[in-house]
């Protein structure tokens, strides 16, 4: 092979244009202009109209869950729910995860305490999260990542034998089960993304599931858009309201979704088959479900097996045109303010620190077909075969 | 008159359907199915594209201003200046405004400190800001009312001479200038509202203007949308992105709104005419401004002259459809947590606790027409006629 073949040399990209990670599942024209026609005639914009009202209806029976509660996105989600838990003092959470999840404490007045994760299936080691457990711990914030899930079963004992409170950031879990159980009836809230990189995407959005009536009351006096119910007594209003037009996509896309799964578990498997013969290249299934969304294709590379970084696989994709992603890096104790604020943390999650350094995220979503995944583990394949023609000259 | 002309005692209401109180100006179904049909096929739904970046550019000639930066509403534009700011301790702004100037506080961590406003132009009252400065203020906030202004100027001078730092809450007040300098350019910042009630409509949405670039870099940063700019170290992110759908909604509304401003001065004008004729009823002018977007009608009703009281004239409104509100109620010193958290204000805020009970707001908007106000006049006239007619009979 020559350098020739590769887009990092200056060849052709595979790729005319980006591929990026992300869902971006979307209608078609037909039904968006209907939807959109609709709000337009009814003039109702926001603010606890008929499409709000109806996609919380449908979330409700699509999750089993008592109460869906549609915000303008999960980080706001997550702040809505440490104030209306009444949380306090400190909260653990992985730091294997997005920013938002800690900055939504920060928010909240709260102080993260960062948690280690599993190095084979990436979710947060329980453990661990038991033996962080004191008195000024108030929470748990459970993280279903990779569209698995974090065993919320034993979290739930754990903090109940405890005496502290549970909820979980589920951005990256909506529509898997857990022993058929849906993802969203776990701790005393979960939050999802319904962002447009999302399976169930309203644009921007996103949404709080609970069967704990007294809660549900106050997150939507937090948002505030009260939906059927009266208002109650809340310490702070979020204004985290979802828009008609938010509704109006997220309803498609929940109506989309068990195609938008089944196309992804499709993609999945083209994947699948085709990783397991590149050395170095550890495809990280989504572990502790009975059913997921399968929208995140996550990669380790094992720099010694692959022969190359990470960081320097990501360039060579990139030039093709791929637009993989290191996801997540750094790891949120590594991130400011934390990094300087909370220095203990820094040796102390070496999981954590070796997944940051060596995951990747692939392309799979509504832009990617069966070819594109031939021809982005055909250039994996020859990368890997051509390790020693990308690595810097004093590497040799 | 007769019992049977009142609405309120079982008449035909005067208007057949709810008149709300909010500017409500939306765009024709031509204007508005091109621009969605434009976003649909950009496939580009949020984070920076092309729509916000002409809306960011737009506002910032409108405004003569360095930067607009747009989100998702003004309570977060709130926080993420009282954050980029590096605000601490307490904040001085007035009683007399919307909860959500109060609780952008509460979500950064800061105490607020309450002033009185002066009875006559319902604006903060300067010399009372200057007493509350102490050595635990760090800033203040000025709040822009009833599209008018809180005389910025002196407070600069205030803030400069005393070393805090002033941002301004101009959720009323977009479009007015003040001694030709348009609202926007005063403080470290100011925040707008393009809630779909306000004269620039977003649906939900709001924006922040600032000269200070690095002010400006920080809060595209905790955006976290950065436009041209590269992202900066923060804290923390608060995720409050203008969507597309919004973006597109507010160009279509920056362009109307020379037109829609002209309508509410016409309007405004007609009830001016009308108000001085009905006894009890004092008519609340912008002040402070050289150019008012007229975007809000407010009255104080004067129990004693009137006849009846505010609360008792809102229900008469109401039987008729009119749907007026008592704006603001209960002054914010009133509301939880501050009533309890901060009893010290509950004796020293007279005007407000004054105001509170006797200001109405009544329609003004797209919503409106000439026949309205004069019908609404009609209504509130014969009120104050037969008021004896509507009080409870142990007060005759």
Redesign the interface.
Known sequence: MKKTSFAFFGATPSFEKPLPVGQ?Y?PS?ER??AA??GI?KR?F???NGPLLDELEEKLQGFLEVKHAICV?????GL?MVADAMGLSGKVILPAFTF??SA?SL????LEPVFCDVNLDTHQMDINQVAALIDEDVSAIMGVNLWGGACNPKALSELASSKGVQLYFDSAHAFGCTVDAVPVGNFGRAEVFSF??TKILNA??GGCISTNDDDLAARLRSIRPTYGKESPV???????A?M????AA?ALMSLEDFPANQKNNANLYRLYEEQLETIPGLKLIRPTGVSFSNSQYLVCQVNEREFGLSRDLLIDILKAENVIARRYFYPGLHRT??YDSALPQYLDRLPNTDSLCTACIQLPIGALVLAEDIECICDILRRAQECAAMFRPRHEK
């Open positions: 971006l979307f024209w968006y202009s959109f026609e337009f003039q914009y926001t603010n303008s996105n999960a980080t706001f702040m920013v938002a900055h920060s928010w909240s007045g962002h447009a644009t921007e007594t809340i310490a702070r209003v979020a204004n309201r828009s008609e037009a938010q996509i400011i303010p």
